[in-house]
């Protein structure tokens, strides 16, 4: 029986993505998702619980991360869980679970700084005018780049 490994989450970003340019024409994006839960306690009073994700975009969605979105910036992903292990410079054995973002969508308004942007002088690749979700680009299939040519109506 083949199994499931999927996560949606909704959220806001806590830091301007940080972006590597690879060999060849690899890129990678790496960000930090804050969801948070409220919820009341035994009390009544309210209580706010963060959790903070590591997120991983890989290609054109990791161009597109670099050019639209800064910190505070509210995103619906999907994506998959994946753990990567490894030995730091004392022997010590790591491991670190991220999500790999499948597609993304933008929520909410225009982050701060790009007011001044006009959406007839943006590419077809920028969230305003193509993509309403970008696929995932895995680092071993970095060459074949597919996106979904939903057109979006966004009021930006």
Same mark, same amino acid.
């Given at each position: 029986? &083949? ?25 990678? &994006? ?21 959790? @903070? ?7 054109? !969605? ?23 292990? @490894? !030995?730091d410079e004392q022997g010590q054995n ?27 002088? !943006? ?6 005018? &193509? ?26």
């Amino acid at each position: 029986m &083949a199994g499931v490994n999927k996560v949606i989450l909704l959220g806001n970003l806590g830091a301007d993505p940080e972006v590597k340019y690879l060999e060849g024409d690899n890129v990678v &994006a790496n960000l930090r998702l804050a969801t948070t839960e409220s919820y009341k306690d035994r009390n009544g009073n309210r209580v706010d619980q963060t959790e @903070w994700h590591d997120l991983e975009l890989w290609g054109p !969605q990791a161009k597109i991360a670099e050019q639209y979105l800064r910190k505070g910036s509210q995103i619906y992903v999907e994506g998959k869980i994946k753990s990567d292990t @490894w !030995q730091d410079e004392q022997g010590q054995n790591r491991k670190r679970t991220k999500i790999r973002v499948i597609s993304f969508t933008m929520v909410g308004g225009r982050p701060e700084g790009m007011a001044g942007a006009n959406p007839s002088t !943006q590419t077809s690749q920028s969230p305003a005018v &193509a993509p309403k979700q970008a696929s995932a680009m895995s680092p071993s299939s970095a060459p074949d780049i597919s996106m979904d040519a939903e057109e979006d109506d966004l009021p930006f």
